[in-house]
T-cell receptor, first 112, second 116 residues
């Protein structure tokens, strides 16, 4: 079956450091991967999308990479702040469809 | 304000009592979807719709029904709820114009359902 795997362990980092979250996929080649942020009790909020023909995408302090050889996407938050503390979800959709698979998410804690 | 709304936000019901959770979007999006979120399992797609009168199953459709009679509304129906459907439910929408806009999903605030 097609799966998205994210590190289930929470990530604890110090303010100002770079947080790196991992998303691995198996048994398929997604057209693109998306990253969302989710705060407790709220709906996910879209952050970034990276397509299979893109190596890297940036948005302010966020950077996403896509390695189709390793079947992996990395999500980086540079100069992290306590306000970045949240759960980050990785998701994939196939081109032309709306069937979506999400990873279970990685909880990030940024300590001041 | 562009948004996805869900009602009710919280619902406690009993086994077997039919219920409907409404979802509405004001962005003229073509795509709409329902997810459930359970601890440790993440978001799982229940049903999705690519346009009016076009719906398809996600990964966990059993026990649920949907309909898409109007573009803006996509209600989720539980004909005979059971305790294993206790969960946090999210509606999402996307698209309208081919290209970048079709890729971003906008989520509603969630509906917390408890089935006793």
């Amino acid at each position: 079956s097609q799966k998205i795997e994210q590190n289930s362990e929470a990530l604890n980092i110090q303010e100002g450091k770079t947080a790196t979250l991992t998303c691995n996929y198996t048994n398929y080649s997604p057209a693109y991967l998306q990253w969302y942020r989710q705060d407790p009790g709220r709906g996910p909020v879209f952050l970034l999308l990276i397509r299979e023909n893109e190596k890297e995408k940036r948005k302010e302090r966020l950077k996403v990479t896509f390695d189709t050889t390793l079947k992996q996407s990395l999500f980086h938050i540079t100069a992290s702040q306590p306000a970045d503390s949240a759960t980050y979800l990785c998701a994939r959709r196939k081109t032309g469809g709306f069937k979506t698979i999400f990873g279970a998410g990685t909880r990030l804690f940024v300590k001041a | 304000e562009a948004q996805v709304t869900q009602n009710p936000r919280y619902l406690i019901t009993v086994t077997g009592k039919k219920l409907t959770v409404t979802c509405s979007q004001n962005m003229n999006h073509e795509y709409m979807s329902w997810y459930r979120q359970d601890p440790g399992l993440g978001l799982r797609q229940i049903y999705y719709s690519m346009n009016v009168e076009v719906t398809d199953k996600g990964d966990v459709p059993e026990g649920y029904k949907v309909s898409r009679k109007e573009k803006r509304n996509f209600p989720l129906i539980l004909e005979s709820p059971s305790p294993n459907q206790t969960s946090l439910y999210f509606c999402a929408s996307a698209g309208g114009v081919a290209g970048v806009n079709t890729d971003t999903q906008y989520f509603g605030p969630g509906t917390r359902l408890t089935v006793l």
